[in-house]
């Protein structure tokens, strides 16, 4: 596997340890700013929103550049949006470097998958995207807890600036790491790679990421209260669990990188069953704490782990391009906010229970997204009698 690929997981961590920072010093942010608990919530929602829609802006501004110099670039205005936010005097400054530091981790993350696509060879690109993968699965171990204990000990600032030398590190990793390599494969000019936008079937594949990762996040943005309100565990026992969970994220992100490339819609649908299975299990068995651990813990196996194959479907689909993969992390982090959102809503016609039903009804959505594929790839084979060879290619 090439040393970028590493080096780029490294920059995707700091990403999301400034992404997740937010929600574990709450308290602490909300008198440092003389602002409420909502509004502070509203900063967690800000830097997905300029995610979602202002990541792919951004990659095409960037789009002429060779993909290490736009990288560079992206580092330097997450670094400034990070001691933006380590210096914020009031609310609105805050504001306005969530804002900044959404918007250059979305298109960080597009520019990077698509190094990652460009640096290896085809039959491995689902394995070194999990390898890079794994700094968001490790941003959920490591970095939020991480990022909380700086913040509890030193103050919330402490946190944003363990986070800038976080950044600075994986920077300098990344310009003494990175080879120097042409614009990415589809960065042939803007209308080339709008163009793709044009595939119907490239709207599908992008749904199929949305339902995933909102049927994961329906549950995931509410373990705190569904343990400790229905399970009955304490709220010290929680953060444990989380961790567990992380790793479990962690694993699940290795082995589906193990089998993205040879066997991506597969494992898809396997994913979306398996999770399914395990959001109804949360919903039925939440109130007993061993079958709610395990329901928990293979949410964590089958959900956000999808990354690696459903990037790998992007792709093949669209191209490897910055702006494609960038666009379909927009679409990830639209699943983030639907997850979240609609969650909150039926928790509050429904009660604790509804967001993991909510999430078992997007998954089962989400097989359905792949049914054509499915129905593709386990058709009949074409005749060997068939009267012309280029036809039987051509079926293929």
Not at 77 to 102: H, K, Q
Request: charged share 10%; hydrophobic share 55%.
């Amino acid at each position: 596997m090439p040393r970028a690929v590493y080096v780029l997981a490294l920059g995707i961590f700091a990403m999301v340890t400034s992404e997740f920072v937010v929600a574990g010093l709450m308290p602490q942010m909300a008198d440092g700013l003389n602002a409420t608990i909502p509004q502070i919530g509203y900063l967690i929602t800000a830097f997905a929103v300029a995610m979602a829609a202002g990541g792919p802006f951004l990659t095409v501004a960037l789009m002429k550049l060779p993909p290490r110099t736009a990288l560079m670039v992206l580092f330097a205005i997450f670094l400034a949006g990070n001691v933006l936010a380590a210096t914020a005097a009031g609310y609105a400054t805050m504001m306005a470097a969530r804002i900044i530091t959404g918007i250059a981790s979305q298109a960080f993350f597009g520019v990077g998958i698509s190094m990652c696509a460009q640096i290896t060879r085809p039959e491995v690109r689902g394995r070194a995207i999990a390898v890079a993968m794994n700094g968001l699965m490790l941003g959920t171990l490591l970095g939020l807890p991480m990022s909380t204990l700086v913040g509890e000990r030193f103050g919330w600032r402490a946190a944003f600036w363990t986070i800038t030398a976080i950044t600075v590190l994986a920077a300098v990793a990344t310009l003494f790491g990175v080879d120097r390599i042409e614009r990415a494969e589809g960065g042939g000019g803007f209308r080339q790679e709008v163009g793709v936008f044009k595939k119907p079937k490239l709207w599908l594949v992008l749904s199929t990421s949305t339902l995933i990762i909102g049927a994961t996040f329906s549950a995931f943005s509410y373990f705190n209260p569904i343990l400790t309100g229905l399970t009955g565990f304490s709220t010290g026992t929680v953060p444990v669990l989380l961790i567990a969970y992380g790793a479990a994220t962690v694993v699940g992100n290795t082995v589906v990188g193990r089998f993205a490339d040879r066997h991506t819609v597969p494992v898809l649908a396997v994913g979306l069953i398996l999770n399914t299975v395990f959001l109804t299990g949360f919903a039925l068995l939440a109130d007993l704490p061993a079958p709610a651990v395990i329901c928990m813990m293979g949410i964590g196996l089958v959900g956000v782990t999808m990354n690696p194959a459903m990037a790998t479907r992007v792709q093949r689909t669209g191209n490897a391009g910055p702006l494609v993969n960038t666009v379909h992390s927009s679409f990830i982090t639209l699943g983030i906010i639907l997850g979240s959102s609609i969650g909150a809503a039926v928790i509050d016609a429904w009660g604790l229970r509804a967001p993991l039903w909510l999430g078992a009804v997007m998954a089962l959505v989400g097989l359905a997204t792949l049914l054509p594929d499915l129905a593709r790839r386990f058709a009949p084979a074409p005749s060997l009698a068939s009267p012309c060879p280029a036809e039987r290619a051509e079926r293929v």
